[in-house]
């Protein structure tokens, strides 16, 4: 329904476990609920300062083999972001 589309949060889940971080994906977009992924980014890391973020635009992948990760563009724009909290400043 409508109101389901726009009363949602996200949920954390263990995935795979080789990647020490929180994934938000699309996040060059806004949810179905009007707020842009970047910002809730920014809510998720607030709430867990010391987990890193890593947002993954829609048309982008995220690559990992073993120890190195790399961003895998499908509209050559597209690419991944590691956000990460900064205690001196409080800022993203």
């Not at 409508?2 to 949920?11: A, G, Q, R, V």
């Not at 990647?19 to 998720?44: L, M, Q, S, Y």
């Amino acid at each position: 329904s409508e109101e389901e589309l726009e009363d949602w949060d996200y949920t954390k889940i263990s995935a795979l476990g080789f990647v020490d971080a929180v994934c938000i994906p699309h996040f060059d977009k806004a949810g179905t609920n009007g707020v842009g992924r970047e910002e809730d980014a920014e809510r998720i890391l607030q709430e867990s300062p010391t987990t890193p973020a890593i947002g993954v635009d829609e048309n982008a992948a995220l690559v990992v083999v073993g120890n190195e990760a790399l961003a895998v563009s499908g509209d050559g724009k597209a690419t991944c972001h590691v956000i990460v909290y900064c205690d001196e400043t409080g800022e993203m």
